[in-house]
C-alpha cells in the first residue's frame, strides 16, 4: 500500500506508487472528449475511470458538502466525487480524484480548494487530488504532464471536436436512427487504439485521420428537412454536461432542432491567447510572449487541420478562432479574461454568422463573469446583428427543469416562425425563377 | 371555431373563439392545482353547452400546460408568444405589452424589433407575490387594491424578490406603518421590480397595454405603472384571456373530443418525480415519536384568581406574538399565541386586559420582552427589560436541557441557530433574506392548496413519497412543488416533502452543517414551526439522533424571557397596570428624519402619557438630536477622505469618474493622475436612491450584486451633469499587496465599465473610456495609459503621463497609509477606554452608504470601536489558506481574519453583498480561520434591503455573547 506524503504546506501527494496501485476518478463533463481523454491516461499507465453517473442525488451530495452558494459546475463535480467515493464501488484507500485548474480571477480556480474542504467534511480527507493544469500549480511525484502527453491530450480534444461538430450536424437529419452516434464510437476506441500505439498525434496523421473521419460522416443517409438550427454556448461545465444543463442538446433534438455547440479547441486557445494579451496590454516579457505564441500556433495548426477536412466533405466548419476573435472588436476588449470571457460573446456573434442565431446561453446562476460577458453583452450583439434570438438559462439545483424548457420554447416559437418565414420566401422565389423559367420558355415557343 | 387554454400558475383560462375570431365563451377559474379534473371540467361544459365546439380545433398555452398537452397530444403554444398572436390580431398598432400572471411577469416589445422578456428564476412577487401580502396584511385583493388609492406615503420596499420585499414589510407593520401605505408600497416595490428586471435598457413607450390577473383586477397598479413609465396605458376587453386566445388563435388541429376529455380527465402524470423515504413506517412508530415528545413538557397552574407573585414575558416575532405569566415556581399560569396581523401594539394590550381580567390581584414583579416588536412594545407598556432574541431562546431552552449544546429555532419568518459553548452563545446562525422559507411559508403553500396548516401538516406524516424539492428558497420552492404536481405526487407527498425542505434548508443552507457531529448531540428544536410533528420528524431524520421539542416549542422566546425577568429579580415591574391599560391610546405619525442624507423614514409612536417612541431611525440622533459619535468608526472616515478630492479646474476640460464599485478605492489614484493631467476632475459623489433609480433600468442581469448595479446610477448621474467624457477603465488585475498568490479583482469589478458601454444607451453619446489598464506593473503603466489617452487627447505627452503617475501612485500609498494610520489611532483608543473592536470587513466600496444602509453607524451606536479590513490587513505576514487566494480585496480579509484571532477585544463582522460569488468562498474561509482560533464568525448579507432588524439581532447577539450587551 502506497504511503500517504504531504508537501510543505500540509497537501495530500499523488505519489509514484500510486499510480500503480490508484484508481484516478474523472469527472464527465463533454462525453466524446472526455472519453478520448481518459483512453490517453489509461494508456499512459493510469487507471482512469470516467463518472458516467447521474441522477439528482449528486446535486444533493454536492449540496450537503459544498457551500450552497458556489457556482453549480462546483456542487456537481464535486457531488459527483463524493457520491461516487461513498457508493461502494471503489476502495477509497486505493482511490485518487482528477480535477482540472485553469487558475483564473474566475471561482473556478477554486474548485479543486473547494472539493479538498468537502473530501474533509465527509471524511475522505486521505483521497489524493490531482490537479490537471497547464500553469505547473501543484505538482504530484505520481501524475507528470509530459510534452508527449500533452500533444496527446491535445490532439484528443482536436478529434473530440470533429467527432462532436459532425454528430451533430449529421445526426438530426439521419435516416437510420442511431447511425451518427455508433460512427461516433467507432472512432473512439479506434484513435483510442492508435494511441495505445504511439500513433495519431502527429500533425501529418491527425490530417489523414480527420479527413477519414469527416468523409466517413458523408456515408449516412440523410433526409435534410429545414429544421431550427440552435447555438449552444455558455459556461463551459453546464455548456458541455448533461448532468448540468438538464440535457439541453437531448431536449433540443425532442424539439426537432439542428444543434451547434461551438468546440473545446476555441476555449483551449483563448486561454492560451490571454496570456498574449496580458503581455500585449499590461507589458510583460518577450521571452514568455515568444513561448506562449509557439503554443499558439502549435494548436492553431490543429485548428487549420479540424477546418479544412470538414469543410472537405461539405460540412459547416468551425470559423477560425482569429475570426471568431475579430468579431468582437469593437464590442468588448480583449482583456476580458475570465471564465470564458470576451469568447463567450464572440461565440454568440460568430453563431449568428453562420446561421445559428438561435441561441441559449446558459450559465450556472449568479455566474460572475458571465454576466459581463454573456447577460451584459446580449443586447450588444443584437445591435450588431439583430439575427440573434437569444435566451439566457440559469442553472442550479433548484432551478426547475420545467421553467427553463419554457424559456427555450419562447426561444424556439421565435425561431420557428422565422425559418417557416425563410421557407416561406424561398418557396417564393422559387416559384418566381421558375415562373420567369416558364415566361422565357413560352416567349422563346412563340418565337 | 377554436379554444384555447391557458393553464397558469395558480388559474386557468379558458377562451372559445368563432370563426371571425370573436369571443363566444370565456372562463377563468382557480385550479387550486386540480388542473386535469378543472381542465376536465371545463371541457365538458363548453362541448355540452357550445353548439359546434365538437368540431373546434384547440390549443393549450400557460406555465403549467406543458406536461398536460404532451400527454394528452394536444398543441403547446408558449404563453408568451400566444399573447403576441393574440395582441398583433385583436389590438394591432400596440407597441409594449406588459403582462403580470401568478408567478411570471413579461414584457413583450412589439414594435422597432420584437423582443420578449419574462423574468428570471429568480425574481419572483408578481401575482402570488401581491396575493401573500395582502395575506400579510389580512385583506382580500379588492381591499387591498382599495387601501392602496387612500395611501399619503411610500415607503420603500426591496423590489428584487418577493421574499426580500416581505422582510422589509414586517418591520414596517411592526413599528405601526399604516397599511394603506404598505398597500401602495407593495405596488410600487412590483413596478419597479418588473420596470428594472426587464425593460433592461430598452424604453418603454408608444401604447402600451396591460395584461394578466393581477393588472386587470388592480387599478392602483396600473395607475402605479402609468405613473413609473410616464404613460397611459390600456388595460383592454378581456384582458385576463389574452394567452388563452393567442392559444386559440394558433390552434389549427381538429381534435376527437371525447378521446381528449377523457386522456385529460386519466391524466395523472408521469410519477417520475424525486422522492424520500416515508416519514414514520408505520402508525407505531408514530405513536412513539409522539409520546417521547410529549415528556419535555412545564408544569402548569389555573391563573384564575391567582394572587402571587408573577412575571410575564413577551415574544412579539414577526408573524405572530407570544405571551407567557410564570408563577415565582415556574409554573405557566397563562400563555396565548397570537398571530400578528400588522400593529403587534394592540395584541399586547388585548393580552394584559386578559391576564389583568382573570386575576384582578396578580402581583407582577417583572417582565421582558423579545423579537422584532421588542423595542415598540416595550416602550408602549414600560417593560422591565428587552433582550435579544437569542439570548431569550438559549434561556429557555436550558431550562430544558441544562447541558444544551445546540438550539435551533424555526418561526414564522426566520431561523435561528446557535451553538452553546462553555455556556455561552458561541455560533449564530440566522437565515439570509433569500431563504427565509420557514414557518410561514409552510402557511403560504397549505393556504393556496386550500388547506389549513394544521391539516396540512398532519397530511404528510404518513406520505409513501415524500417528495424531494431541494433546499432553496421559496421562490424556487413554488415552482418545484408545480413540477412536482405535474409529475403526480399526491398532496401528502408535497406536504411531507415542503417540511423535509424546511429542515434540509435549515441545516444545509443556513447552519452549513453536514451532520449532527459538528452540532453536538445536545440538540433542543423550538419555535411554531417544530409543532409540526412532519417538520419535527424530519429534522430527526434528517440529523439521525433524536432531540428534545419542549411541548411549549412556540413559546420558548416568551417563556425564555419570562425566566430572563425572573433572573434579574426585583420588586415591582414598571409594566402598565390595568388602570393605565385602560387609559391606554397609541397615535402613529410617519415622518422623515432629514438629519442626515440617510433620511430615515420614521414612525413615531405617541402614547397616551405623551411619551414617545421613534422607530425606524438607523442612529440615535433622531432621539437625542446629537449627531452620533464618529470618532471610532473608520467607514465614516474612509467616506470624508474620499469626499474631499474635489475638482480643480484644468485645461482639458471636465472627465467624470463613477463613484462605484472599485472606484472607491481608486479615486485618489485617478483623481490625482487626471488632475495632474489638467483635467477637472467630476465624481459622482456618494450614492442614495435616487442615483439608483436614475440607472435601475439599464441593468441586463437582475441577479448582479448591487454595488455593480447602483453604477448604472452614477454613470447616469455624470452624464445629467453634463459631463461629457466618463473615466472607468476595466482593471483585470489590482495592486499586489503580497498578501496572497495572484492579485485579481473579482469579474464583475473588473469589467463592469464593459457592461456599462454595452447596455446604457445615453453613454454612445458622450466618451467612455473604458480601456484596460494593469497598476500592478508600475513600470509599464504610464506608457500603456499614454496609448489609450492618446488615441482621445492628441497633444498629451509621454513626459506628463509619467509624472502624473509618479504622484498617483504616490497618492494612492498615502491614502492608504492614512487609512492605516486612523485604523491605529482608533485601536489606541479603544484599548485606552476598554471599548469592544468590530473588524467591519467587506470591500472599499461597502463604505458607501447606500450599500452598507448605515450597518457601521448602528454598531457604533453600541459603544464598539470600527476598523475596517484594510487597515488591519498589513498586520500580519503572508500565510497559506486552504483556498487559492487570488483576489486581493479578499486577502485582505483573510488577513483581517487572522490578525484579530490572536486578540481579545477585537471580532469581525463580514459584509456580504448578496450575489457576491466570490464571497461563497471566503466566507467559509474566513470562519474557518475564525473558528481554528476560538473566535466567533459573524456575517451580514446587504443588498438593496433596508431592513435592520436582523442585523441588529445579529450583532446584539455578538455583543451579548462576548459579553457587551448592555
Known amino acids: 500500500m502506497a504511503k500517504l506524503e504531504y508537501d510543505k504546506t500540509g497537501r495530500l501527494?499523488?505519489?509514484?506508487?500510486?499510480?500503480?496501485?490508484?484508481?484516478?476518478?474523472?469527472?464527465?463533463?463533454?462525453?466524446?472528449?472526455?472519453?478520448?481523454?481518459?483512453?490517453?491516461?489509461?494508456?499512459?499507465?493510469?487507471?482512469?475511470?470516467?463518472?458516467?453517473?447521474?441522477?439528482?442525488?449528486?446535486?444533493?451530495v454536492g449540496l450537503k458538502y459544498v457551500h450552497n452558494d458556489t457556482c453549480y459546475p462546483a456542487l456537481l463535480v464535486i457531488g459527483q466525487f463524493i457520491h461516487a467515493l461513498q457508493s461502494g464501488k471503489y476502495d477509497v484507500h486505493s482511490t485518487a480524484l482528477m480535477i482540472t485548474q485553469t487558475g483564473g480571477g474566475c471561482r473556478a480556480s477554486n474548485y479543486i480548494h473547494l472539493l479538498r474542504k468537502a473530501l474533509k467534511k465527509a471524511g475522505f480527507e486521505f483521497v489524493p487530488v490531482i490537479s490537471l493544469n497547464l500553469s505547473g500549480l501543484e505538482k504530484n511525484s505520481g501524475f507528470t504532464l509530459t510534452i508527449p502527453l500533452v500533444r496527446r491530450l491535445a490532439a484528443g480534444l482536436v478529434y473530440g471536436d470533429a467527432l462532436m461538430l459532425l454528430r451533430n450536424q449529421i445526426q438530426p437529419y439521419e435516416v437510420n436512427k442511431?447511425?451518427?452516434?455508433?460512427?461516433?464510437?467507432?472512432?473512439?476506441?479506434?484513435?483510442?487504439?492508435?494511441f495505445a500505439n504511439g500513433k495519431g498525434y502527429a500533425a501529418k496523421t491527425i490530417d489523414e485521420n480527420l479527413d477519414k473521419i469527416a468523409c466517413s460522416f458523408t456515408e449516412i443517409k440523410v433526409n435534410r428537412i429545414p429544421k431550427v438550427k440552435v447555438g449552444v454556448v455558455g459556461e463551459i461545465y453546464v455548456k458541455y454536461a448533461a448532468l448540468g444543463n438538464n440535457d439541453l442538446e437531448r431536449f433540443l433534438a425532442e424539439q426537432g432542432c439542428e444543434v451547434n455547440l461551438p468546440g473545446i479547441m476555441g476555449f483551449m486557445l483563448f486561454k492560451v491567447d490571454n496570456r498574449l494579451e496580458d503581455i500585449k496590454l499590461y507589458g510583460g516579457s518577450k521571452l514568455k510572449f515568444k513561448i506562449v505564441e509557439a503554443l499558439m500556433n502549435y494548436l492553431t495548426g490543429l485548428e487549420t487541420s479540424l477546418i479544412a477536412a470538414t469543410k472537405k466533405y461539405g460540412f459547416l466548419p468551425p470559423s477560425s478562432y482569429q475570426h471568431t476573435k475579430s468579431l468582437v472588436k469593437n464590442v468588448i476588449g480583449y482583456g476580458s479574461k475570465m471564465g470564458e470571457g470576451w469568447l463567450l460573446t464572440a461565440e454568440m456573434l460568430e453563431l449568428t454568422e453562420t446561421g445559428y442565431g438561435n441561441i441559449v446561453c446558459t450559465q450556472p446562476f449568479g455566474c460572475l463573469p458571465n454576466h459581463?460577458?454573456?447577460?451584459?453583452?446580449?443586447?450588444?450583439?443584437?445591435?450588431?446583428?439583430?439575427?440573434?434570438?437569444?435566451?439566457?438559462?440559469?442553472?442550479?439545483?433548484?432551478?426547475?427543469?420545467?421553467?427553463?424548457?419554457?424559456?427555450?420554447?419562447?426561444?424556439?416559437?421565435?425561431?420557428?416562425?422565422?425559418?417557416?418565414?425563410?421557407?416561406?420566401?424561398?418557396?417564393?422565389?422559387?416559384?418566381?425563377?421558375?415562373?420567369?423559367?416558364?415566361k422565357k420558355q413560352k416567349t422563346a415557343t412563340k418565337k | 371555431m377554436k379554444i384555447g387554454l391557458d393553464i397558469g400558475s395558480t388559474t386557468i383560462k379558458c377562451v372559445v373563439l368563432d370563426n371571425n375570431n370573436k369571443f363566444i365563451y370565456s372562463t377563468y377559474e382557480r385550479h387550486y392545482s386540480q388542473i386535469t379534473q378543472k381542465m376536465g371540467e371545463i371541457l365538458k361544459y363548453i362541448r355540452l353547452n357550445i353548439k359546434g365546439a365538437d368540431k373546434a380545433c384547440v390549443a393549450i398555452s400557460g406555465s403549467a400546460g406543458m406536461g398536460v398537452a404532451e400527454s394528452c397530444g394536444l398543441d403547446f403554444i408558449q404563453e408568451v408568444y400566444a399573447t403576441r398572436v393574440a395582441v398583433n390580431t385583436f389590438l394591432p398598432g400596440t407597441d409594449v405589452v406588459i403582462e403580470l400572471g401568478g408567478e411570471d411577469a413579461k414584457i413583450l416589445f412589439l414594435s422597432g424589433g420584437m423582443?420578449?422578456?419574462?423574468?428570471?428564476?429568480?425574481?419572483?412577487?408578481?401575482?402570488?407575490?401581491?396575493?401573500?401580502?395582502?395575506?400579510?396584511?389580512?385583506?382580500?385583493?379588492?381591499?387591498?387594491?382599495?387601501?392602496?388609492?387612500?395611501?399619503?406615503?411610500?415607503?420603500?420596499?426591496?423590489?428584487?424578490?418577493?421574499?426580500?420585499?416581505?422582510?422589509?414589510?414586517?418591520?414596517?407593520?411592526?413599528?405601526?406603518?399604516?397599511?394603506?401605505?404598505?398597500?401602495?408600497?407593495?405596488?410600487?416595490?412590483?413596478?419597479?421590480?418588473?420596470?428594472?428586471?426587464?425593460?433592461?435598457?430598452?424604453?418603454?413607450?408608444?401604447?402600451?397595454?396591460?395584461?394578466?390577473?393581477?393588472?386587470?383586477?388592480?387599478?392602483?397598479?396600473?395607475?402605479?405603472?402609468?405613473?413609473?413609465?410616464?404613460?397611459?396605458?390600456?388595460?383592454?376587453?378581456?384582458?385576463?384571456?389574452?394567452?388563452?386566445?393567442?392559444?386559440?388563435?394558433?390552434?389549427?388541429n381538429t381534435i376527437d373530443f371525447k378521446e381528449v376529455i377523457n386522456k385529460v380527465t386519466k391524466y395523472t402524470g408521469s410519477g417520475n418525480f424525486a422522492f424520500n423515504k416515508p416519514l414514520f413506517k408505520d402508525k407505531k412508530e408514530y405513536e412513539e415519536f409522539v409520546s417521547r415528545h410529549s415528556r419535555a413538557n412545564v408544569k402548569g397552574k389555573d391563573m384564575n384568581g391567582y394572587k402571587g407573585k408573577a412575571y410575564i414575558g413577551i415574544d412579539a416575532g414577526s408573524t405572530t406574538v407570544k405571551g407567557v405569566v410564570l408563577s415565582e415556581n415556574k409554573e405557566m399560569l397563562f400563555s396565548k399565541y397570537l398571530s400578528n396581523s400588522g400593529n403587534p401594539v394592540p395584541i399586547i394590550k388585548e393580552f394584559l386586559n386578559e391576564v389583568y381580567k382573570i386575576a384582578p390581584d396578580i402581583e407582577i414583579v417583572g417582565s421582558a420582552v423579545t423579537g422584532y416588536g421588542e423595542e415598540i412594545i416595550r416602550n408602549a407598556f414600560c417593560i422591565d427589560h428587552g433582550i435579544v432574541e437569542t439570548v431569550a431562546h438559549f434561556t429557555a431552552a436550558k431550562d430544558f436541557m441544562p447541558d444544551v449544546e445546540f438550539i435551533i429555532d424555526i418561526g414564522g419568518q426566520d431561523i435561528k441557530c446557535f451553538k452553546i459553548h462553555n455556556g455561552a452563545i458561541d455560533n449564530i446562525f440566522l437565515n439570509e433574506a433569500c431563504s427565509s422559507g420557514c414557518g410561514s411559508f409552510l402557511q403560504t403553500f397549505a393556504n393556496a392548496l386550500g388547506y389549513s396548516i394544521e391539516e396540512f401538516a398532519s397530511k404528510g406524516l404518513f406520505a409513501q413519497h415524500p417528495v424531494d424539492l431541494?433546499?432553496?428558497?421559496?421562490?424556487?420552492?413554488?415552482?418545484?412543488?408545480?413540477?412536482?404536481?405535474?409529475?403526480g405526487a399526491t398532496i401528502e407527498d408535497i406536504s411531507a416533502g415542503l417540511s423535509l425542505s424546511v429542515v434540509k434548508n435549515a441545516l444545509y443552507k443556513v447552519i452549513r452543517t453536514s451532520g449532527p457531529d459538528e452540532l453536538g448531540k445536545k440538540i433542543v428544536v423550538q419555535g411554531g414551526t417544530f409543532l409540526n410533528n412532519a417538520v419535527l420528524r424530519a429534522f430527526e431524520t434528517e440529523m439521525g439522533t433524536p432531540v428534545v421539542r419542549p411541548v411549549i416549542s412556540g413559546l420558548m422566546g416568551a417563556y425564555g424571557a419570562a425566566l430572563y425577568a425572573m433572573g434579574k429579580g426585583g420588586e415591582k415591574s414598571t409594566i402598565l397596570n390595568a388602570k393605565q391599560l385602560d387609559d391606554f391610546k397609541h397615535v402613529i405619525k410617519v415622518t422623515n428624519c432629514g438629519l442626515c442624507q440617510n433620511n430615515c423614514r420614521l414612525t413615531v409612536n405617541t402614547f397616551a402619557d405623551?411619551?414617545?417612541?421613534?422607530?425606524?431611525?438607523?442612529?440615535?440622533?433622531?432621539?437625542?438630536?446629537?449627531?452620533?459619535?464618529?470618532?471610532?468608526?473608520?467607514?465614516?472616515?474612509?467616506?470624508?477622505?474620499?469626499?474631499?478630492?474635489?475638482?480643480?479646474?484644468?485645461?482639458?476640460?471636465?472627465?467624470?469618474?463613477?463613484?462605484?464599485?472599485?472606484?472607491?478605492?481608486?479615486?485618489?489614484?485617478?483623481?490625482?493622475?487626471?488632475?495632474?493631467?489638467?483635467?477637472?476632475?467630476?465624481?459622482?459623489?456618494?450614492?442614495?436612491?435616487?442615483?439608483?433609480?436614475?440607472?435601475?433600468?439599464?441593468?441586463?442581469?437582475?441577479?448582479?450584486?448591487?454595488?455593480?448595479?447602483?453604477?448604472?446610477?452614477?454613470?447616469?448621474?455624470?452624464?445629467?451633469?453634463?459631463?461629457?467624457?466618463?473615466?472607468?477603465?476595466?482593471?483585470?488585475?489590482?495592486?499586489?499587496?503580497?498578501?496572497?498568490?495572484?492579485?485579481?479583482?473579482?469579474?464583475?469589478?473588473?469589467?463592469?465599465?464593459?457592461?456599462?458601454?454595452?447596455?446604457?444607451?445615453?453613454?454612445?453619446?458622450?466618451?467612455?473610456?473604458?480601456?484596460?489598464?494593469?497598476?500592478?506593473?508600475?513600470?509599464?503603466?504610464?506608457?500603456?495609459?499614454?496609448?489609450?489617452?492618446?488615441k482621445h487627447y492628441p497633444d498629451i505627452t509621454l513626459k506628463e503621463v509619467r509624472s502624473a503617475s509618479e504622484l498617483a501612485y504616490k497618492e494612492y500609498e498615502a491614502h492608504i497609509a492614512r487609512i492605516r494610520a486612523k485604523g491605529d489611532e482608533i485601536i489606541k483608543k479603544a484599548e485606552e477606554e476598554n471599548k469592544p473592536i468590530f473588524v467591519l470587513s467587506g470591500r472599499p466600496y461597502h463604505v458607501d452608504p447606500e450599500i452598507n444602509h448605515g450597518i457601521d453607524r448602528m454598531i457604533s451606536g453600541f459603544g464598539v470601536a470600527i476598523v475596517s479590513e484594510d487597515s488591519v490587513s498589513n498586520r500580519v505576514e503572508k500565510f497559506s489558506t486552504t483556498v487559492l487566494n487570488q483576489w486581493t480585496y479578499h486577502s485582505r480579509l483573510y488577513a483581517a481574519a487572522k490578525y484579530i484571532a490572536g486578540r481579545k477585544d477585537m471580532n469581525l463582522v463580514q459584509l456580504v453583498s448578496f450575489g457576491c460569488g466570490v464571497d461563497a468562498i471566503t466566507t467559509d474561509e474566513v470562519r474557518d480561520i475564525l473558528e481554528s482560533e476560538g473566535k466567533i464568525y459573524t456575517q451580514i448579507k446587504i443588498d438593496e434591503i433596508t431592513n435592520l432588524g436582523a442585523v441588529k439581532i445579529r450583532i446584539r447577539s455578538l455583543l451579548a455573547a462576548i459579553g457587551e450587551e448592555k
Open chain 1, 372 to 438: 459581463i460577458n454573456g447577460k451584459g453583452m446580449i443586447r450588444r450583439i443584437k445591435s450588431v446583428d439583430d439575427r440573434a434570438n437569444i435566451v439566457a438559462i440559469d442553472y442550479d439545483p433548484g432551478a426547475p427543469r420545467v421553467n427553463q424548457e419554457n424559456r427555450i420554447k419562447l426561444m424556439l416559437a421565435v425561431a420557428k416562425e422565422n425559418l417557416n418565414k425563410e421557407i416561406e420566401e424561398q418557396k417564393a422565389k422559387e416559384q418566381e425563377k421558375a415562373d420567369t423559367k416558364q
Open chain 2, 470 to 487: 431541494g433546499s432553496r428558497c421559496t421562490v424556487f420552492m413554488n415552482s418545484s412543488v408545480k413540477q412536482a404536481q405535474k409529475d
Open chain 2, 610 to 790: 405623551g411619551r414617545k417612541f421613534i422607530a425606524g431611525n438607523r442612529c440615535e440622533r433622531p432621539i437625542t438630536k446629537k449627531s452620533p459619535d464618529k470618532s471610532l468608526n473608520i467607514y465614516d472616515y474612509k467616506l470624508q477622505l474620499l469626499q474631499s478630492y474635489e475638482p480643480k479646474e484644468g485645461t482639458r476640460g471636465k472627465i467624470g469618474l463613477p463613484m462605484g464599485l472599485n472606484m472607491y478605492e481608486m479615486l485618489p489614484f485617478w483623481h490625482t493622475f487626471l488632475t495632474n493631467l489638467g483635467f477637472e476632475v467630476i465624481t459622482s459623489g456618494i450614492s442614495d436612491k435616487k442615483v439608483y433609480a436614475l440607472g435601475n433600468k439599464t441593468i441586463p442581469s437582475d441577479t448582479i450584486c448591487f454595488p455593480a448595479k447602483l453604477v448604472h446610477g452614477h454613470v447616469q448621474k455624470l452624464i445629467d451633469m453634463g459631463v461629457e467624457t466618463i473615466f472607468y477603465p476595466c482593471m483585470s488585475y489590482n495592486f499586489d499587496e503580497g498578501l496572497g498568490d495572484n492579485h485579481y479583482n473579482c469579474p464583475v469589478v473588473a469589467y463592469y465599465p464593459e457592461v456599462i458601454g454595452a447596455n446604457m444607451n445615453s453613454v454612445s453619446k458622450i466618451t467612455l473610456i473604458k480601456d484596460y489598464v494593469g497598476i500592478h506593473r508600475p513600470k509599464d503603466f504610464p506608457k500603456k495609459v499614454f496609448e489609450i489617452l492618446k
Open chain 2, 115 to 252: 423582443e420578449v422578456r419574462m423574468n428570471g428564476t429568480c425574481a419572483g412577487g408578481t401575482g402570488a407575490f401581491i396575493d401573500q401580502m395582502a395575506s400579510l396584511l389580512n385583506v382580500d385583493i379588492e381591499q387591498f387594491n382599495a387601501l392602496a388609492t387612500q395611501h399619503e406615503k411610500t415607503y420603500t420596499i426591496a423590489s428584487r424578490c418577493g421574499v426580500f420585499a416581505k422582510t422589509d414589510i414586517q418591520p414596517l407593520l411592526n413599528q405601526g406603518a399604516r397599511k394603506s401605505d404598505i398597500a401602495q408600497s407593495i405596488f410600487a416595490a412590483v413596478v419597479n421590480q418588473t420596470v428594472a428586471g426587464l425593460a433592461q435598457g430598452r424604453e418603454i413607450e408608444g401604447n402600451v397595454v396591460y395584461l394578466g390577473g393581477p393588472l386587470t383586477f388592480m387599478s392602483q397598479l396600473r395607475k402605479q405603472f402609468d405613473h413609473i413609465l410616464d404613460t397611459k396605458g390600456t388595460c383592454p376587453e378581456n384582458s385576463l384571456y389574452y394567452v388563452a386566445a393567442g392559444a386559440a388563435l394558433c390552434a389549427d
Open chain 1, 178 to 194: 442511431g447511425e451518427a452516434q455508433r460512427l461516433v464510437d467507432k472512432w473512439v476506441t479506434e484513435l483510442s487504439k492508435e
Open chain 1, 13 to 60: 501527494l499523488f505519489t509514484k506508487q500510486m499510480k500503480d496501485e490508484y484508481t484516478i476518478l474523472m469527472p464527465m463533463m463533454a462525453p466524446i472528449h472526455f472519453n478520448m481523454l481518459k483512453n490517453v491516461f489509461t494508456h499512459y499507465g493510469y487507471k482512469a475511470v470516467l463518472l458516467e453517473t447521474n441522477g439528482p442525488e449528486i446535486a444533493q
